[in-house]
């Protein structure tokens, strides 16, 4: 909503309406991506940005002149200036210090984050109510030089086969960088130390399936070409980027939830800010039954115990 050469803008989004200014200030100046441009793209795609970000504190990648700007930091305490209906969650950081992040408890909270030039939003896999114990299992798939898009496709085959033998449900996204991610929603029972070595403990088994393709090797030297399993990722203040949030890259790709039976046929450059929105509106959100069932860990903590004793 606005005029031509205005010098500001207000979107419409879940009953709000947020100001952004300069919205012919452009984000993704390659992509020509403006502010204007991606505030509405959250606003078009509000049920599917929001399902990735509900109730989860977020750290901002901010790029304030754009990502032609140069200028980039990543917020993580929620900035001054935030509009009164936004929220905030406290998290505990690995030093045991407190803090208070943006958190998104609606659509219009990630329209707001374009006001504050956010090109990326990186959620904590907890919600507010209880962010000591993640709801979510991320399992970072990291193609390593010699290695691409294609292998970490196969890698995310097997582990997508072993979460089934336990019972569990991932869905998988592209990174909108190199690799893939796999989310599985858990019940938030555990602590962020147990999560950990429920991933370890997964990642291990596939390496013992495929040694061919899979590494968890913390030193770089020893992964070969391979598909790294980041298992650290999984930890308090680590973040993995919000599905369907762009990247600070030139393209403006995206990070792109995608149906197993579709993942073969596709590649990370299918996806950008420009694509996505009418990818959604054909195909739907494939993230769309993720919130339908929570998983167990002890299944995957028996398998830790078995992976433990035998080192
Ligand atoms: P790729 O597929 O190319 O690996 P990626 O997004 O998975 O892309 P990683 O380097 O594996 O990139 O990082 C995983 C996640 O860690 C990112 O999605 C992001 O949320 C977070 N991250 C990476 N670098 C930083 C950083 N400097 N500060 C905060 N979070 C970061
Ligand atoms: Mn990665
Ligand atoms: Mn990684």
């Keep these: 909503l606005r005029s031509m050469g205005s010098a500001e803008a207000h979107v419409e989004v879940s009953g709000r309406s947020v100001r952004i200014s300069s919205p012919d200030k452009l984000l993704f100046p390659e992509a020509g991506v403006s502010k204007l441009d991606l505030a509405t793209y959250y606003a078009d795609l509000a049920d599917a940005v929001f399902r990735g970000l509900a109730d989860r504190p977020v750290a901002l990648n901010r790029f304030p002149d754009g990502l032609g700007g140069g200028k980039s930091f990543y917020t993580k305490a929620a900035p001054k200036g935030m509009p009164d209906w936004a929220q905030t969650a406290r998290v505990t950081f690995p030093s045991g210090r407190t803090g208070d992040e943006v958190c998104i408890t609606e659509p219009a909270t990630a329209v707001w984050t374009v006001q504050m030039g956010a090109l990326e939003l990186h959620p904590w896999p907890v919600r507010r109510a209880d962010t000591d114990h993640p709801d979510e299992l991320r399992i970072d798939l990291d193609p390593q030089p010699g290695t691409d898009f294609a292998e970490a496709v196969a890698v995310a085959g097997e582990a997508h086969a072993l979460f089934e033998e336990l019972g569990m449900r991932p869905f998988v996204k592209t990174s909108g960088g190199r690799g893939l991610h ?30 061919d393709r899979v590494t968890t090797s913390w030193w770089k030297e020893e992964r070969g070409e391979r598909i790294f399993i980041d298992f650290n990722q999984m930890a308090r203040d680590r973040m993995t980027v919000a599905a369907y949030s762009p990247r600070a890259r030139p393209e403006a790709t995206v990070s792109m939830p995608v149906l197993w039976a579709d993942l073969g046929d596709v590649e990370p450059g299918d996806f950008t800010v420009k694509t996505v929105p009418a990818l959604v509106a054909a195909k739907g959100d494939a993230d769309a039954e993720i919130d339908d069932v929570a998983h167990s860990l002890e299944r995957l903590l028996e398998m830790a115990d078995r992976d433990e004793k035998d080192r």
């Excluded at 599985?184 to 088994?205: D, L, S």
């Design 182 to 211: 796999l989310l599985v929603r858990i019940e938030p029972r555990w602590t962020f130390v147990e999560a950990r070595r429920a991933v370890i403990a997964f990642a291990r088994e596939l390496e013992r399936r495929r040694p």
